[in-house]
């Protein structure tokens, strides 16, 4: 005879209580919210539910149905001058305090089909308040923005986004750009913004044609152990956006997997600095971006003058690994010659490993030497010429450098016309030999005949040591 086992009726409210607690927190877009999904109605209040409701509640789990949500609502405000006009986001769309949200979409024969989709017609730029036209008043008081479609604040964490298509709809959108000769402000357009939140992952993203950028991150500066990370993107694609198909600019421990970057300034709207990943510091404590990492991830064509990839300012173990970084092909009156842009940066311990490079490998730091203890390498790599399609000028080598870069067991494919690699510091007053430059068990070949040049130490500066 089995034993009788009693268990206390406060046990069975306990856990029933529990589980009624557990499905009362996964919501529907639609089902709760109002969202109607019909790819014509305007989803931008019921997504402002889902923003208020999260934000009361702190957590949660959201679940986006199969639909097309147009989003991306527009208010007319009026400066302090009464003389103004510009438009804003109409509803909030910034998440805070949160700890464990789920914000899921749906798949449908594994393709994505949860979608929004930003209004037709909205007002982004500079406008002549009377006219409706561009107007000469570049400044934050008479822009319009249509705001980003969801932001983590500073205090948010543990939260992941997954299967969502976000298009910011730019090609309808009444884009009025800053006057010529004339620079205005960033305006927010953006897809997902993360601001120091923590643990945050972003999986199977589609964000594409925002005037900015599809994301921007922003990590807590606290240097995590290895394998750990603040932010991860997995499987995230992010294309035809204005300015950056991803921005990093504050932070450390940012993983990026199996992603790709693409098309950043072709779609319409083009903002500098234009590049697919743009690792840029912004960080006015002086921390350097750092302990990060992008592996498996394919960063293309780009219309931009900044390079595919762009790094500028101060970083620390920034590293890419089984990376496509291609410039794309050249174009006549373009500048879309780099692979790699280092802009005014220390650039502490930068690598490459089992990377495909196509167009200029440019780095850079006038009036400055690098970090005494930082280098960039570049090992297993191949780089390949992607300016044939112009006159190259001379004074643009393939691999233009200012101090301490390595490169262990690289292949290169060198256009003829082009002068393989030029190594210098810029002064004040002279161009003069820089330090540290090596190659080890590296091949030179020529892009045409693919075979190896033989006299490759006459297009070189004479610093140049190859081992």
């Not at 798949?107 to 500079?126: A, E, N, R």
């Not at 004339?182 to 305006?187: A, E, I, N, R």
């Not at 294309?239 to 790709?260: A, D």
């Not at 300016?387 to 000028?393: G, L, M």
Request: glycine residues 8%; proline residues 4%; charged residues 20%.
């Amino acid at each position: 005879m089995r034993p009788i086992i009693i268990i206390p009726i406060a046990m069975v409210l306990l856990e029933l209580l529990s589980t009624l607690a557990i499905s009362s927190s996964i919501k529907n877009f639609k089902k709760d919210f109002g969202a109607k999904g019909d790819g014509i109605s305007d989803d931008s209040e019921a997504w402002s539910r889902v923003i208020t409701h999260y934000n009361l509640h702190k957590g949660g789990t959201l679940i986006v149905p199969e639909g097309i949500y147009r989003v991306g609502a527009q208010k007319t405000n009026w400066n302090s001058r009464k003389d103004v006009n510009y438009s804003s986001p109409k509803y909030n769309t910034t998440l805070s305090e949160i700890d464990g949200l789920l914000i899921q979409g749906t798949l449908k024969g594994g393709k994505i089909v949860s979608i929004f989709k930003y209004l037709s017609g909205i007002k982004y730029g500079f406008f002549n308040p009377d006219t409706g036209t561009q107007g000469l008043d570049v400044t934050l008081s008479s822009h319009a923005s249509p705001g980003t479609f969801l932001t983590l604040g500073w205090d948010c964490k543990n939260v992941i986004i997954k299967n969502l298509e976000l298009d910011g709809n730019f090609s309808e959108a009444n884009y009025k750009a800053a006057p010529k000769d004339m620079k205005g402000p960033d305006l927010t357009y953006s897809g997902i913004a993360s601001y120091m939140a923590r643990n945050v992952v972003i999986e199977n993203v589609y964000a594409h044609h925002f005037g900015l950028d599809g994301i921007y991150i922003q990590t807590p500066r606290e240097k995590l152990t290895p394998g750990k990370f603040h932010t991860t993107l997995s499987k995230v694609r992010s294309e035809y956006n204005g300015r950056q198909g991803l921005s990093f600019t504050v932070g450390s421990n940012l993983k990026v997997i199996n992603s790709s970057f693409k098309y950043t300034g072709m779609g319409g709207i083009r903002i500098s600095p234009c590049a697919n990943v743009d690792i840029e510091n912004h960080d006015n404590t002086g921390a350097p971006l750092a302990n990060s990492i992008f592996e498996n991830c394919i960063i293309s064509s780009n219309q931009g003058g900044s390079g595919s990839v762009n790094i500028a300012g101060k970083v620390d173990n920034i590293h890419f690994k089984n990376c496509v970084i291609d410039a794309g092909p050249k174009i006549k009156d373009t500048n879309r010659i780099y692979s790699v842009q280092m802009n005014f940066s220390p650039s502490r311990n930068v690598s490459f490993d089992n990377c495909k490079l196509t167009g200029v490998f440019l780095m850079y730091q006038p009036g400055k030497k690098m970090d005494d203890d930082g280098f960039t390498l570049l090992k297993n790599c191949t780089i390949t010429d992607n300016n044939v399609s112009n006159d190259i000028p001379e004074t643009q080598p393939l691999i233009d450098v200012y101090d301490q870069i390595k490169f262990d067991n690289c292949t290169f494919f060198v256009s003829p016309k082009r002068k393989f690699i030029r190594s210098s510091t810029f002064s004040k007053t002279e161009l003069s030999d820089a330090e540290d430059v090596t190659f080890k068990n590296c091949k030179v070949m020529n892009l045409k005949t693919r075979k190896t040049i033989p006299d490759i130490k006459a297009r070189v500066t004479s610093n140049i040591k190859f081992r």
